[in-house]
């Protein structure tokens, strides 16, 4: 099955901080999702990426789909309490489902 | 609907009992999902329907679980003979096709077996 690493696997920060997270694989995607998770809820989608490296923004969100097809990242500024939840990312490769990372945990203290 | 809705929204149940998980897609999507996500884990895929045919379930852990999809609305997930691993939030998603980048998941049903 794919490899999908997504890291860090937790995060505790100051409001107000930058906050990066990223994914990799050994395979090759053709899109990458980002989701947020909120606690108690199902994952929101938060931005997608169609294009090998292509870089789009989302207010303070600003995710990346790696050059090589087999990564992205996502980074949050300057961030508030609101940003607290498990990030995924999501990757899809012609399939008809979405496999997700591990999620990345963030706490953001004030 | 308006979103995707799932009932119940908590369940606890002994073991060895059947259960059965409802999901409400949003109106008009063609496809889909049933994930499930353990304490502390991330999501885990366990079957999808395009329309009531289901492509693909091969995320199904255990013959004790089965999914069934009618009208290519209401999709039920059943558990029957619950055991303990069996504890999850169970997520259903919903997208107006299955090659549309993204979804829109439910709230999820927390399910407990004691």
């Known amino acids: 099955g794919q490899q999908l690493n997504q890291s860090p696997q937790s995060m505790f920060i100051q409001e107000g901080e930058d906050v990066s997270m990223n994914c990799t694989s050994s395979?090759?995607?053709?899109?990458w999702l980002w989701y947020k998770q909120d606690p108690g809820e199902g994952p929101v989608l938060l931005i997608a990426?169609?294009?090998?490296?292509e870089l789009t923004s989302n207010g303070r969100l600003t995710a990346q789909f790696g050059i090589t097809r087999k990564d992205s990242f996502l980074n949050i500024s300057a961030s508030i309490p609101s940003d607290v939840g498990i990030y995924f990312c999501?990757?899809?490769?012609?399939?008809?489902?979405?496999?997700f990372g591990t999620g990345t945990r963030l706490q953001v203290f004030p | 609907g308006a979103g995707v809705s799932q009932s119940p929204s908590n369940k606890v149940t002994e073991k060895g009992k059947d259960v059965e998980l409802r999901c409400d897609p949003i109106?008009?999507?063609?496809?889909l999902y049933w994930y499930r996500q353990s304490l502390g884990q991330g999501l885990e895929f366990l079957i999808y329907?395009?329309?009531?045919?289901?492509?693909?379930k091969s995320g199904l852990p255990s013959d004790r679980f089965s999914a069934e999809r009618t009208g290519g609305s209401v999709s039920t997930l059943t558990i029957q003979r619950t055991q303990q691993e069996d504890s999850a939030v169970y997520l259903c998603?919903?997208?107006?096709?299955?090659?549309?980048?993204?979804?829109?998941f439910g709230s999820g049903t927390r399910l407990t077996v004691v």
């Open positions: 999501a990757p899809i490769y012609n399939t008809d489902k979405l496999i």
């Open positions: 329907f395009q329309g009531n045919s289901a492509p693909d």
């Open positions: 395979s090759i995607f053709n899109t």
């Open positions: 109106s008009g999507h063609t496809a």
């Open positions: 990426l169609y294009k090998a490296g």
């Open positions: 998603a919903s997208s107006p096709d299955s090659l549309y980048a993204g979804y829109t």
